[in-house]
């Protein structure tokens, strides 16, 4: 009887314990994928996607390097039925070259819409934006342009060791996630192709972008509303605009950005580095505990500047007086060089003015030169030694 008791739990935990949880692995290529560069292959890796979504257990596709696969818009949605899919790229996508084929509204080229648990591990993904920036330039009537990757209404995403060239748009977009790691990136494309920003975020809350190398035509990295609890480190930025709070206020109602930090990052040849942007237009919008710290600027047109009279052609900006309220702004450590002479540019708005900013041991030159403040309704404190000389109040 003693020794019963002991084998019938045995006995059950062999023949009825659930399945390991093993991962199963779909090469896209089974799925009539064609590396060829010019067959088009979103049917397969859709194909590939669905199986890998429906998948009880971790999922991982497979792009195996055997050359360039042609993709046209793919949306992966979720939810699935695993929260481990991986997809591991060893090779090149490449979108259409023809802009009319994608992307006619402000669409993405690749998204990933409402899944939870994915990774994106290496890859090449090449927009060829050529064409598009061409007609953009030549101001006849162009489409906007698709974003290369989208990652929308997520979470726990991780995209590792990406390569992504030539946007015909955004490289990549976060928006409505939470928890999203993007590491190892490098994003390029010339300075001169327009709307090619690198990273753009909004609505989202803890995203971490870290160890990248981002040039590009536009920002290096976006922070549009609503983003909360983002930290970028170990950056470099340039050829492009720098990293940019804003454009914000572009809505009457907006929801806040709050508790940024960006770290060690560095800015070569930048139109900007470290910017905080809003139109100069009423708002419901605010920018709340953000922390500089650690930039390095070489050779950067505006390296620290809050810009609250943002207005292009003078258009819709009634009074141009912004309703964004900037407050708790930390700037530690930022050297280097200015490429014109003011290097720090606070000019907030005048109903609710910048409060609490902060310098410390700020150090910028112009030309071997003093470099220049220049402040307008920005209150805030300094410590350690700042160069050029605050004009804070
Ligand atoms: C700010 O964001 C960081 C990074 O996500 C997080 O660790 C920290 O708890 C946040 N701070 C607050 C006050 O929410
Ligand atoms: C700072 O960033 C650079 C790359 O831009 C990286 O090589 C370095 O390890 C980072 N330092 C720290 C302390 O994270």
């Known amino acids: 009887m003693v020794n019963h008791r002991h084998i019938f739990p045995a006995f059950l935990f062999i023949f009825f314990s659930p399945p390991l949880a093993i991962a199963v692995r779909y090469n896209v290529l089974t799925f009539?994928?064609?590396?060829?560069?010019?067959?088009?292959?979103?049917?397969?890796?859709?194909?590939?996607?669905?199986?890998?979504?429906?998948?009880?257990?971790?999922?991982?596709?497979?792009?195996?390097?055997?050359g360039t696969y042609l993709l046209k818009s793919a949306q992966f949605r979720g939810p699935c039925k695993n929260k481990a899919i991986t997809i591991h790229i060893d090779s090149t996508l490449v979108a259409p070259l023809d802009y009319n084929v994608i992307g006619n509204n402000g669409n993405y080229w690749l998204l990933f819409e409402r899944v939870d648990g994915i990774s994106i591990r290496g890859g090449t993904l090449d927009g060829q934006g050529n064409g598009l920036w061409a007609c953009k330039k030549s101001g006849k009537n162009c489409p906007s342009g698709a974003t290369t990757l989208g990652i929308s209404n997520s979470k726990n995403v991780e995209i590792t060791g990406l390569t992504s060239l030539n946007s015909k748009m955004f490289h990549i977009v976060i928006n409505g996630c939470q928890d999203v790691k993007v590491q190892g990136a490098k994003i390029l494309a010339p300075r001169n192709s327009p709307n090619t920003d690198g990273i753009h975020v909004q609505f989202s809350i803890g995203v971490k972008i870290f160890n990248s190398k981002i040039g590009t035509g536009d920002d290096c990295v976006s922070i549009g509303p609503?983003?909360?609890?983002?930290?970028?480190?170990?950056?470099?930025?340039?050829?492009?605009?720098?990293?940019?709070?804003?454009?914000?206020?572009?809505?009457?109602?907006?929801?806040?950005?709050?508790?940024?930090?960006v770290k060690n990052v560095t800015f070569k040849n930048t139109q900007n580095g470290l910017r905080i942007k809003t139109w100069g237009r009423p708002s419901t919008g605010f920018v709340k505990g953000v922390l500089f710290q650690h930039a390095i600027m070489d050779n950067v047109h505006n390296p620290i500047l809050i810009d609250q009279n943002y207005c292009p052609h003078n258009k819709n900006c009634p009074g141009k007086v912004s309703g964004v309220k900037i407050s708790e702004v930390t700037y530690r450590d930022i050297q280097g060089t200015s490429a014109t002479p003011v290097a720090v540019k606070f000019d907030c708005s005048k109903t609710t003015p910048c409060q609490r900013i902060k310098l410390e041991n700020v150090k910028l030159t112009y030309k071997n030169q003093k470099a220049q403040a220049s402040c307008a309704n920005a209150a805030g404190t300094t410590s350690g030694s700042i160069e050029p000389t605050s004009c804070l109040y």
Do not use: M
Not at 48 to 63: E, G, L
Not at 241 to 248: A, D, K, P, R, Y
């Open 32 to 66: 009539g994928a064609k590396p060829d560069g010019v067959t088009d292959s979103t049917i397969a890796f859709l194909k590939a996607w669905y199986a890998a979504c429906d998948s009880q257990n971790p999922a991982t596709i497979y792009v195996p390097p055997a």
């Open 226 to 261: 609503g983003t909360t609890n983002l930290v970028i480190h170990s950056v470099t930025c340039g050829p492009g605009h720098g990293i940019s709070i804003g454009s914000l206020a572009k809505d009457y109602r907006e929801v806040g950005v709050q508790n940024v930090t």
